[in-house]
Nanobody, 119 residues
């Protein structure tokens, strides 16, 4: 079982940046990892995935603005978010999964970190 703890959320103005971190427990380095988000009143949506070899995939709404990365030595995965928009406001969740960056099953979730983008 992989335990995940997110951090780095907060309040930022439109156009600003935030970097989310996810600290993972044992067994992290071999896992597909991803970030998801859930806005108020909406369903949770996938944001980005990264393979154990750091191959990445992004949702169209964040491509070119967000960057997912990982440091297997530190058991951590990151989400650098630039050019933030009010519609990026959501709770962001780190997840561990299986499969590929194009088709994944998520089996472990963090508790989430809140991101608010003011207009």
């Amino acid at each position: 079982q992989v335990q995940l703890v997110e951090s780095g959320g907060g309040l930022v103005q439109t156009g600003g940046s935030l970097r989310l971190s996810c600290a993972a427990g044992r067994g992290f380095s071999g896992n597909l990892m991803g970030w998801h988000r859930q806005a108020p009143g909406k369903r949770r949506e996938w944001v980005a995935s990264i393979s154990s070899g750091s191959i990445t995939n992004y949702a169209g709404s964040v491509k070119g603005r967000f960057t997912i990365s990982r440091d297997n030595a530190k058991n951590s995965v990151y989400l650098q978010m630039n050019s933030l928009k009010p519609e990026d406001t959501a709770d962001y969740y780190c997840a561990a999964g299986s499969g590929s960056i194009f088709r994944s099953t998520w089996f472990e979730w963090g508790q989430g970190t809140q991101v608010t983008v003011s207009s």
